[in-house]
């Protein structure tokens, strides 16, 4: 529980740090210049790989650590983006599975059976997306 507080004031905390870039005519005080910016930032991360916020992330976490304690720490979330991007693209499970044990092995030792609850997990998230 405390690993899950830390990760979730750690992650308000960097989405806190994120300032508005100045548009290209240097009006930094005009709110709608503001929004047009920071919908023009969104519009690239939604193209690209899908992202769980805040919550997600540490409820992902705490599944994760169900599936092996060694499992929850900040490096699973970009390894379960990645994996998502995965599950996404579609493809042979085999194959799925084998990337899946590659990724989270390491500090875990990730059996098949332990891959497939991940991709489970994942896929039953609701941030995986497209």
Known sequence: ??????TVCAL???????SPQP???????????????????????????????ALESAQLLDALALVDPALDHKRSISRARDTCQSILAGGDQKKLLSAVRQRFDGTASISTADAAVIVQVIQDSGWCRR
């Open 12 to 18: 308000l905390a960097l989405a806190g740090c994120s």
């Open 1 to 6: 529980m405390r690993n899950t507080l830390i």
């Open 23 to 53: 548009s290209p005519s240097g009006d930094q005080g005009s709110h709608a210049n503001a929004s047009t910016s920071a919908t023009a930032r969104a519009e690239p991360a939604a193209a690209g790989i899908p992202s769980p916020d």
